[in-house]
């Protein structure tokens, strides 16, 4: 039983490892492509960089 539950465990701290590695990349990705600074915050996730700051990227459109 407690194999069990150790194994789920690590199953989703991986699962959380490869995802969090998927949203730095595609955060990466997006500033290549439009030219602009990001950077990726753990907890909040993309942001780009604007003339009034850092910016979360899905709340971009707000701000301009």
């Known amino acids: 039983m407690i194999r ?3 194994f789920a465990i690590m ?6 490892l490869v995802m969090r ?3 730095y990349g595609t955060c990466a990705w ?3 492509q439009t030219e ?6 753990a907890f909040v ?3 780009v960089k604007t003339s009034s700051g850092w910016v979360p ?3 971009l459109r ?3």
């Open 4 to 6: 069990i539950a150790s």
């Open 45 to 47: 996730g993309c942001m």
């Open 21 to 23: 590695g998927i949203d």
């Open 11 to 16: 199953a989703i701290a991986v699962v959380w």
């Open 30 to 32: 997006y500033g290549h």
């Open 62 to 64: 707000t701000q301009q």
């Open 57 to 59: 990227r899905n709340e």
């Open 36 to 41: 602009r600074d990001t950077r990726y915050a």
